[in-house]
């Protein structure tokens, strides 16, 4: 294909082009912001030996997983001490996709108990993580589970 000559309005199309986008460009680069997911505003800890204690807005919310060790394909109890609010859960794995798990929590006196069991993994430990949330606070808790 031979090169075709540069009229002036061919020129005045590519000029108004380059505007364009350059005004995309930097409206979009001036404009941003960056918007955190919900895994990164969350409050993390891990569930050991000891309770997971939880400072927020003054308050300590506590949360305890047993029995411990966990194991797969048993029944495990989340257990959420001090809130106010209904908290929601759902329990993942953390290294490996083995479905969503949800748990439903139930009010106990000053606790909220949620129970679950975590399908048994190829791997002897599968690390998990418990993500709940209550009012507009999300907490996620990590534990592992052997088999």
């Not at 966990?70 to 959420?80: D, G, H």
């Not at 798990?101 to 998990?128: L, R, T």
Request: glycine share 6%.
């Amino acid at each position: 294909m031979a090169a075709e000559k540069l009229t002036k309005s061919r020129l005045i199309q590519i000029i108004v082009l380059m505007a364009v986008l350059i005004s995309a460009f930097v409206w979009r680069t001036v404009t941003y912001e960056e918007v955190q997911s919900v895994e990164q505003k969350a409050i993390h800890c891990v569930i050991s030996e000891d309770k997971c204690l939880i400072i927020n807005q003054g308050k300590t919310a506590d949360i305890t997983l047993t029995p411990l060790p966990a194991t797969a394909e048993s029944p495990l109890v989340l257990q959420i001490g001090n809130i106010d609010v209904k908290p929601t859960g759902v329990v993942e794995g953390v290294d490996m996709f083995m479905g969503t798990i949800p748990v439903v929590f139930e009010q106990k006196g000053a606790y909220w108990v949620g129970n679950f069991s975590v399908p048994a993994c190829i791997h002897d430990e599968m690390d998990w993580k418990a993500t709940i949330t209550q009012g507009n606070q999300t907490t996620i808790a990590t534990f592992t589970v052997k088999k």
